[in-house]
């Protein structure tokens, strides 16, 4: 049956065609994440998991969902969207494994004002890329055109990531006064607090294909610096034994994120001058004007992921760290007390 006006889908801005070609085209990336438990591929009406095959005998689940925030606008304004799937999913395997949990599959949503097929499936490459390096298998998603919600080539992300853990090994456990809170280096912003870059560089006249003030090659790149994936050197020091809980430094900085692995009654003490401030932080706190409070409270600062350690394994946790690849900053430890001190100061 026609409609008076010989009206099509495509004509009202949705072209089922470039969906269907972007999933073809992506279905080599999804399937380079498989690891054991993946039964089946992308194009079902559900994605389907066997724990049993990925090596569980008595699970608990754990589930995150996160996205990027307004680091987006900057891949937009830019075209630069190829490691911007990178953030979306260490944004929720990052929390996963804080809750002591391996990342098994992740699902993605993506929304569009109008779907380029290029421009999608390199984003959804760099989703694949962050599966790969945190060993979880893109397993589903959503690709959602929707003419009149997103205009010109906007478009937004989200991502879901499911993980497990045996019955009785979750974290946070056994916190306690004492222990030695192990700071793990940051790539960058990450994908926290991007509005206030954005009113930074504006303030500072700058545009996205300027020289950046802090580093070598132009700003908008500079500032897409992915973030950090610790999946892999943070089950390795876990299973190695010494490790009481981690916690991933989002919005809200250590300020704010530290206590939430913290029980009642007790705090943590961090000596500010046991790592250097990345050049970005001191350009946006000078550009910006920001006090060392509101930059802790607002931004990584650094530090990407603390590690809560035993005393007495805090070395032995700390050059594990080291082998697998990151850069380890003893902060301070877990004292008696409510949220977080600071002495010292950047530098």
Not at 1 to 24: F, P, R, S
Request: aromatic share 6%.
């Amino acid at each position: 049956m026609t409609g008076k006006n010989g009206l099509t889908y495509a004509q009202a801005g949705v072209d089922i065609d470039a969906g269907n070609a972007l999933v073809e085209r992506i279905k080599p990336a999804a399937k380079s994440t498989d690891r054991p438990g993946t039964v089946s591929g992308l194009g079902g009406f559900g994605a389907l998991f066997d724990l049993k095959a990925a090596g569980y005998t008595d699970p608990v689940l754990v589930a995150a969902t996160d996205g990027v925030g307004t680091k987006l606008r900057i891949a937009i304004e830019t075209g630069e969207v190829d490691t911007i799937g990178i953030d979306l999913v260490a944004m929720c395997v990052n929390d996963l494994v804080c809750q002591g949990a391996e990342p098994l599959f992740f699902l993605d949503y993506f929304a569009t004002g109008k779907l380029e097929v290029d421009a999608a499936a390199r984003i959804v490459e760099g989703i694949a890329a962050g599966c790969r390096a945190s060993g979880c298998a893109l397993i589903g998603g959503e690709t959602a055109e929707m003419p009149g919600m997103y205009h010109g080539g906007d478009f937004d992300l989200a991502g879901f990531a499911v993980g497990a853990m045996e019955r009785g090994t979750a974290l946070p456990a056994g916190v306690a006064e004492g222990n030695v809170l192990l700071g793990l280096a940051a790539d960058g912003v990450h994908s926290n607090g991007y509005s206030l870059v954005r009113r930074i560089v504006e303030g500072a006249g700058l545009g996205w294909t300027d020289p950046a003030p802090f580093a070598d090659g132009p700003l908008g790149p500079a500032l897409l610096t992915p973030t950090r994936l610790y999946v892999r050197p943070a089950l390795a020091a876990i299973r190695a034994g010494g490790v009481r809980a981690l916690a991933h430094i989002t919005g809200g900085g250590l300020t704010e994120n530290l206590p939430r692995v913290l029980p009642e009654g007790l705090g943590a003490t961090i000596d500010l001058s046991a790592w250097r401030l990345p050049p970005v932080f001191a350009w946006l706190a000078q550009e910006g004007g920001l006090e060392t409070a509101e930059l802790l409270k607002t931004f990584n600062a650094g530090i990407g992921m603390v590690v809560v350690a035993d005393a007495a394994r805090a070395d032995a946790v700390a050059a594990l760290l080291e082998g697998e690849g990151e850069a380890v900053h003893r902060l301070g430890t877990v004292t008696a007390g409510q949220g977080v001190t600071y002495e010292g100061a950047l530098a």
